[in-house]
């Protein structure tokens, strides 16, 4: 079976390509995608449209452009993967996970058992939480298993 995840959350650390190289390893047919993650590009996303003399107006443009990204790569998926890190915190993968259950779309949210409290909305609406990246391979190739 052909998995299309959307990749979403926590942008500084290499979940990501953990992820998508342990799936090519065990040869899982899986198309990945994900928000923009380097941040001057996903902050100019709306730049394009015309200059803005308040931060609040360009960080507003380029929110609305990366939302028809996010939205659109969400609507496309068979399941999310969100990851919130313990650094920073990731609205907008508490925003994704959110878009994901009002669209009844399967999602895996993977953090450590720290923030298991503050989350406890947003897991109780995914199908599963991993705290490794480990943990969701093994979720994958089980789902994606004929």
């Known amino acids: 079976m052909k998995l299309s995840v ?14 998508i190289q342990g799936c090519q390893e065990s040869n ?10 380097h941040h001057e590009t996903s902050d100019s996303a709306g730049d394009h449209l015309g200059a803005e003399t308040e931060q609040f107006w ?6 609305k452009v990366n939302a028809i990204r996010t939205k ?13 890190g313990d650094k920073y915190k990731q609205w907008n993968a508490a925003f994704d996970a959110g878009y ?18 503050p989350l406890k909305e947003v897991d109780a609406s995914a199908q599963a939480w991993a705290t490794s990246v480990e943990k969701v391979i093994t979720t994958l190739k089980y789902i994606s298993s004929n």
Do not use: M, Q
């Not at 899982?28 to 993650?37: D, E, G, P, W």
């Not at 360009?58 to 929110?63: E, F, L, V």
């Not at 659109?72 to 919130?84: K, M, S």
């Open 6 to 19: 959307y990749l979403s959350g926590e942008i500084h650390t290499d979940w990501r390509e953990k992820i």
């Open 28 to 37: 899982l047919n899986i198309v990945f995608s994900s928000a923009v993650t």
């Open 58 to 63: 360009r960080d507003n443009k380029s929110a």
């Open 72 to 84: 659109t790569l969400i609507e496309r998926c068979d399941v999310a993967i969100i990851r919130f």
């Open 100 to 117: 994901c259950a009002a669209l009844d779309k399967p999602y895996i949210t993977l953090h450590s058992e720290e923030l298991i409290h």
